[in-house]
């Protein structure tokens, strides 16, 4: 949690930013870069592509500065733009999560047995990068972001059970990627 005096520095950043200041923009830049471009990886899963999608963000985020009104942290004000970002970057290139899967059926509920697969952390980040863009996308938001089935589908723009639906296809996936590392 941010201390008052943390909260006090940003503050005085970002106004220093509304009124134009490119250095107080290029401390907040440092003060948030690497955590942002984790989110973009996560989402995005190239190194490069995420770097673009990191400075797109900034730069959106610079040319709205004016609009953040202190309602949410700046981190999660700035979190939400990359997110979008990293999404509409994945949109171009191609449809991942599209209205096809609206209609499937929500996968069976069944349990999946973790206490047989041998974890690392490398592993894990490994076995995430592997999933497919749509189980990615959705287990990262769930699971790193801290959003909601409900924020994620208003975000991707789907139903809240095709999110429930992709993030528990997505952990059957994770522990088949996670047992072949086993071999």
């Known amino acids: 949690m941010e201390t008052t005096t943390t ?3 940003h503050q005085d950043l970002i106004e220093s930013c509304k009124a134009g200041s490119q250095q107080a923009f290029g401390k907040l830049y440092h003060l948030y870069a690497k955590a942002m ?16 999608i990191l400075q797109e963000s900034f730069v959106k985020a610079f040319n709205k500065i004016n ?6 942290n700046f981190g999660a004000w700035l979190k939400r733009i990359v997110i979008n970002q990293a999404l509409d970057n994945i949109r171009k290139k191609k449809d991942i999560i ?5 209609g499937m059926e929500i ?6 047995d973790w206490q047989e697969v041998d974890f690392t952390i490398e592993r894990v980040k490994k076995a995430i990068m ?8 959705v287990a990262s938001m769930y699971l790193f972001e801290g959003f909601e089935h409900k924020e994620i ?3 991707l723009g789907v139903t ?12 059957i996936k994770l522990k088949e990627i996670l047992k072949t590392y086993e071999n």
């Open 37 to 52: 471009y984790n989110v973009a990886l996560r989402i995005i899963k190239v190194e490069e592509e995420a770097q673009d």
């Open 160 to 171: 809240e059970s095709t999110s429930k639906s992709q993030f528990h296809r997505a952990k």
């Open 107 to 112: 996968a069976e509920q069944e349990e999946v």
């Open 7 to 9: 909260i006090e520095i």
């Open 130 to 137: 592997a999933l497919p863009d749509g189980f990615r996308v």
């Open 67 to 72: 609009q953040y009104e202190y309602q949410a």
């Open 153 to 155: 589908a208003q975000i």
């Open 98 to 102: 599209s209205k096809d899967i609206e």
